[in-house]
Nanobody, 121 residues
């Protein structure tokens, strides 16, 4: 059983910073691409940033230059550094990882439970 556990959300003032972490545990043969998505009530879950196992990244236009995604493969962990936060960044942030559990398994997407980020003065 694979689990993704997120941490690091909270309340921050506009212009502030936060760092989100997401650790994958359980039966993991290969940890492939990992990413962060966010969702506000009544809207779809949108991609924020994604990073491949080789370290290639892509970002939503709205966060380019402010957010940075990184990963530590030894710890099966992905991070999202959020800088210059704006009120419109307020959302529940979800971690996502594509995981191959066994050598014979297909690549399967897993989701974390979500962590709230609120940007407000």
């Amino acid at each position: 059983q694979v689990q993704l556990v997120e941490s690091g959300g909270g309340l921050v003032q506009p212009g502030g910073s936060l760092r989100l972490s997401c650790a994958a545990s359980g039966s993991i043969f290969r940890l492939n691409a990992m990413g962060w998505y966010r969702q506000v009530p009544g809207k779809e879950r949108d991609l924020v940033a994604r990073i491949t196992s080789g370290g290639s990244t892509n970002y939503a236009d709205s966060v380019k230059g402010r957010f940075t995604i990184s990963r530590d493969n030894a710890k099966n962990t992905v991070y999202l550094q959020l800088n210059s936060l704006k009120p419109e960044d307020t959302a529940v942030y979800y971690c996502n990882a594509d995981i191959t559990e066994y050598y014979w398994s297909n690549n399967t997407p897993y989701w974390g439970q979500g962590t709230q980020v609120t940007v407000s003065s």
